[in-house]
């Protein structure tokens, strides 16, 4: 499950939207869109932090052009997620049954069915970990 992640400033509470990283070599703070993962030289920052902070004397700061993107999905984003997932399952079941009838109609009863990945197809609603 994705923990939901928070801005590194102390006392800030307010989910990350914007990663900053420092490239020591060219003396450059760059404050970018939130990293897809979370990096252990690289600090996580609110829109807040991330809109104010500056770069350490003699340094360049690069800042993203434009809003940084919520970090919560909306609700079309998790419903495009969830019938992808369903498709994908399907997809699989129709896969494996038409390779067995591939398999029945030349004749072949001897071939075993493909294997099972194991995955069902259907997603299971967990309870919100918030609250």
């Not at 997809?91 to 069902?120: F, I, K, N, W, Y």
């Amino acid at each position: 499950m994705r923990s939901l992640r928070r801005c590194c400033r102390p006392g800030c509470k307010n989910p990350a939207v914007a990663t900053l990283t420092y490239v020591y070599s060219d003396s450059t703070a760059v404050v970018g869109p939130l990293a897809t993962v979370d990096e252990p030289h690289s600090w996580d920052l609110c829109e807040t932090h991330g809109s104010r902070i500056t770069a350490p004397m003699g340094w360049e700061l690069v800042r993203h052009e434009g809003a940084f993107a919520s970090s919560t999905p909306d609700e079309d984003d998790l419903t495009a997620l969830a019938e992808a997932v369903r498709e994908a399952g399907l997809g699989e079941r129709h896969e494996d049954a038409a390779a067995v009838s591939d398999a029945s109609a030349d004749g072949d009863r001897g071939a075993a069915p493909p294997p099972r990945t194991g995955r069902r197809g259907h997603l299971r609603v967990l309870p919100d970990p918030s609250v």
